[in-house]
């Protein structure tokens, strides 16, 4: 079995790439309905002001506790789910209110990897059928040339072209995450979100699935938002970390500066399961919280984080903490006394 830490660490990209996707302040709310009306008594505040820049080639990791709004965060910029407030741009340009027409041909460069591969794949569809649906749908490929295209793409994700005539339900776990990898791949998308790709896997298997990521990703210089838990895959892949609480980015840097120095007390606290790099803050004590996440529908005033931060102050529970960066480098904490 491969352990994540003895994998090869990714070098980071130089800051001079390009920005592909950017969330300004984005806001998405689920409203709660209750009543024979179903009137609206609130909101769910999934994703509440989150603001960051994806770069070109780059793997943004996206980290937290269920609920925290990283799906919704994935989904919003695909357009699944339509924001409440705040900007998405794509190269540039503005396309959180794009009408459906001006959004079909970006959805073909905006693609998902799902979480689980047994309820993505539709189990009794062959497998070259699953291929060429979204290349015809979007008139990529036509009934001639979408078994070229079947055979490409098969071999890009290492699985026999003589199986394409086999039933999803056929496969392995893992051999069904790379058919939802070729079928993410079928339209030339630029971005992919990948949400939770590999949590559903076993052990074994995941490492290979990541490294075909990583493979597929610098021969087709692709961008990935990768979601996760916790941070065992996003530290083998990313090449920048956002770490989320309750609807909120809390900290944001490079892969290394989440592990060697980590400036929020939540970040410790996702990194309390892994081992820490620097022998400075090995020697630290484990960051303990108590109680439960809140919910998302009644966040806490001030800092989100500080019903349960065994540093909280005051300030804290009154005061926003900013997500400021400290120098040029982009390594930036939301909270009053970052460590
Ligand atoms: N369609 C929906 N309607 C109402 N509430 C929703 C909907 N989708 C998600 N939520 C709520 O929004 C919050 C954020 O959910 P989301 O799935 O984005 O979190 P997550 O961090 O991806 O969690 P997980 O890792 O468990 O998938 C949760 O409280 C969830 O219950």
Redesign the pocket.
């Known amino acids: 079995m491969i352990e994540f830490d003895e994998l090869p660490i990714k070098a980071p990209l130089p800051e001079t790439a390009s920005t592909l996707l950017q969330l300004d302040n984005l806001k998405t709310y689920?409203p709660i309905r209750k009543g024979l009306l179903a009137r609206t008594k609130g909101y769910?505040k999934?994703v509440d002001g989150v603001s960051l820049d994806i770069r070109e080639g780059e793997t943004l990791g996206l980290v937290?506790e269920?609920?925290?709004?990283?799906?919704?965060i994935g989904r919003t910029i695909l357009r699944l789910e339509e924001s409440t407030g705040g900007a998405i741009r794509y190269r540039g340009e503005n396309i959180t209110s794009y009408p459906i027409a001006k959004m079909r041909p970006l959805r073909t460069e905006m693609q998902m990897i799902f979480q689980d591969p047994f309820s993505s794949l539709n189990p009794w569809m062959r497998v070259k059928d699953i291929l060429k649906e979204p290349m015809l749908a979007h008139g990529k490929a036509t009934n001639a040339t979408a078994e070229a295209e079947v055979d490409r793409l098969l071999d890009a994700v290492g699985i026999p072209r003589s199986y394409k005539d086999r039933f999803a339900h056929e496969f392995s776990g893992g051999q069904r995450q790379r058919i939802g990898i070729a079928r993410a791949l079928s339209l030339n998308p630029k971005f992919i979100v990948c949400d939770?790709p590999v949590s559903a896997l076993d052990v074994s298997i995941q490492a290979q699935v990541l490294n075909l990521l990583k493979e597929l990703q610098k021969e087709l210089g692709l961008t990935y938002l990768f979601?996760a838990?916790g941070l065992g895959a996003v530290k083998y892949i990313s090449t920048r970390i956002a770490v989320m609480y309750l609807g909120k980015v809390v900290e944001i840097g490079t892969r290394d500066e989440i592990f060697r120095s980590p400036k929020h007390p939540y970040t410790r606290v996702l990194l309390n399961a892994y081992p820490v790099p620097n022998p400075h803050l090995r020697g630290r004590e484990k960051i303990v919280v108590q109680g439960d996440v809140p919910s998302?529908a009644n966040p806490p005033s001030g800092c989100r984080f500080h019903t349960r931060c065994p540093f909280v102050q005051e300030r804290c529970r009154v005061e926003e903490p900013m997500l400021a960066a400290e120098g040029s480098g982009g390594h930036a904490a939301a909270c009053h006394f970052a460590l």
């Open positions: 689920y769910v999934a937290g269920s609920g925290c709004g990283k799906s919704t939770e979601i838990h998302p």
